[in-house]
């Protein structure tokens, strides 16, 4: 079992920056894909990005592409979401997830783990 917990959230300005973090433990690192996710009230969590286990492939959903990217430090067991030009209704709860497997799309179908999710607001 992968525990993960999230960072970095907070309240920024239309146009403004942040970086989030989710640090895991309980497995190797590197032999699972991670993702990040965001759930605005009233909707249905969505997917945004996966990184590969070995940090070089990542996919990444239409509404955030070009804005948005993710990374990943295995030597720290950590993964990173750069969110640039923010909009307003960028705001929601924004989780990481560990995926099944190494491969990217394995963050879309089968996710094992979750973390407790940071709050991201941004103002217009």
């Known amino acids: 079992q992968v525990q993960l917990v999230e960072s970095g959230g907070g309240l920024v300005q239309a146009g403004g920056s942040l970086r989030l973090s989710c640090a895991a433990s309980?497995?190797?690192?590197?032999?699972?894909?991670m993702g990040w996710f965001r759930q605005a009230p009233g909707k249905e969590r969505e997917f945004l990005a996966a990184?590969?286990?070995?940090?070089?492939?990542?996919y990444y959903a239409d509404s955030v592409k070009g804005r948005f990217t993710i990374s990943r430090d295995n030597a720290k067991n950590t993964v990173y979401l750069q969110m640039n030009t923010l909009k307003p209704e960028d705001t929601a709860v924004y989780y990481c997830s560990a995926c099944a497997t190494r491969g990217v799309r394995s963050c879309l179908t089968d996710t094992t783990s979750w973390g407790q999710g940071t709050q991201v607001t941004v103002s217009s």
């Open positions: 309980g497995r190797t690192f590197s032999s699972y894909a």
């Open positions: 990184i590969g286990g070995i940090g070089i492939t990542t």
